[in-house]
């Protein structure tokens, strides 16, 4: 914990706020979560309050102007209907949010219902992302979900009917049990919908979590590499096929409605976040919050922000980090912007690197952007990992 930040950047434009609170924990998850109660949902709220507070009246005592603000977790809409209700309140007592801001809230189909979506599209969220995952029931159970494929749909209908217009869906391929063609007609099933922007993940199988534990144990055996490829490629083809764009390496939008707070993130960037368990980019300082519902309490009880650690970003990190994030876009890293933050060109700061990649066809200079080719795409974190530093 520690009383006071040395405060000497800009002031980021966008906000992420972190919800630890799930109805019951997907069997994938590493995430920091814990079962919702209503004390502990009260408790939260009354700290996250504090937390803005602090953080708000911090800084030369500006008032921040936000351009994008995120809620996540966890589950936000596990929440009581007044929970998500005091958070966006919050926002707005301590925070300048402008009337354009991307204002994005997570859902879980098993957790919404018409009168919360019309109270969170009343209160200024106008993006919803919708945690799908599957449309298959079997692959839901495989990854603990607590929703099935109807609930999706329902939650999705109830959604337009409560005004939304800016919808993501989550789907997540290779995972244990699925089949190639589950996955085709799963995709084909959400277009079908009409989504404005879909985010699909290879599942990433993490030590410690329940699901990890089944593979290692032999109660699942996963596709291999070639099954994933293929199912990424499939995604590609059918999502761009129906318009949906692919801007990222997982992410697919319309034209125009590509998630505006998440590219804060892909262009390395600053922001803020606040809860447990958030983390926050600000100036060349990289900041996390405790963990624990507890600790995170009592060091707000005390008045300090309750901040675990913070480290300063060294520059040769942040040079490799804005490469290998930049590279996710589908339209590549910006060289010009690149070099307006650096002072260096990529060429300078990797000599003959980048020219190498391109004669070996993994990557492309086109509009004044360094971007993955399709083959650079299947090896996408080996061709990232030849720019970190030494």
């Not at 319309?254 to 447990?276: A, F, I, K």
Request: hydrophobic letters at 40%; glycine letters at 10%; charged letters at 20%.
């Amino acid at each position: 914990m520690i009383d006071k930040l040395p405060l000497t950047f800009d002031l980021p434009a966008s906000l992420y706020i972190h919800v630890p609170f799930c109805a019951r924990k997907c069997l994938y998850c590493d995430f920091v979560s814990y079962p919702h109660s209503p004390g502990d949902e009260r408790d939260y709220l009354a700290g996250l309050e504090r937390e803005m507070a602090l953080w708000a009246g911090s800084v030369n005592n500006q008032r921040w102007t936000l351009s994008t603000v995120f809620i996540g977790g966890g589950t936000p809409t596990c929440l009581s209907p007044g929970g998500l209700g005091e958070i966006i309140s919050s926002i707005d007592n301590h925070f300048e949010v402008s009337p354009k801001a991307e204002f994005t809230i997570e859902a879980n189909p098993g957790t919404v219902n018409p009168g919360m979506l019309a109270d969170l599209r009343r209160a200024g969220v106008n993006r919803l992302s919708l945690g799908a995952q599957s449309c298959h029931d079997q692959t839901l159970r495989a990854l603990g979900r607590i929703h099935t494929h109807a609930r999706t749909v329902e939650s999705f209908q109830l959604a337009r009917e409560a005004g939304f217009d800016n919808i993501s869906v989550d789907l997540m391929f290779g995972v244990p049990g699925q089949s190639p063609e589950d996955w085709l007609r799963c995709l084909e099933i959400i277009i079908g919908l009409g989504p404005e922007h879909v985010s699909a993940y290879g599942l990433q199988l993490e030590p410690g979590t329940p699901l990890y534990a089944q593979v290692e144990g032999g109660l699942w055996q996963p596709g291999g590499e070639d099954m994933q490829l293929a199912m990424y490629y499939a995604a590609v083809d059918a999502l761009e096929g129906a318009g949906l764009r692919r801007y990222e390496i997982s992410n697919y939008a319309l034209p125009g409605l590509e998630c505006r707070h998440n590219l804060v993130y892909w262009r390395n960037d600053s922001y803020l976040g606040l809860g447990p368990a958030a983390h926050s980019r600000l100036g060349n300082r990289r900041l996390a919050n405790l963990n624990r519902l507890d600790e995170y309490l009592a060091a707000l009880d005390s008045g300090s922000l309750p901040v675990l650690s913070q480290e300063e970003i060294k520059p040769a990190d942040d040079i490799f980090e804005t490469v290998f994030l930049g590279l996710r876009l589908a339209a590549g890293l910006n060289l010009e912007r690149f070099q307006r933050r650096f002072g260096i060109s990529l060429a300078g700061a990797y000599p003959g690197l980048a020219e190498s990649l391109v004669t070996r066809g993994m990557l492309a200079i086109e509009n004044n952007h360094l971007r993955l080719t399709r083959c650079g795409l299947a090896v996408a974190n080996a061709v990232m990992a030849e720019f970190a530093p030494i």
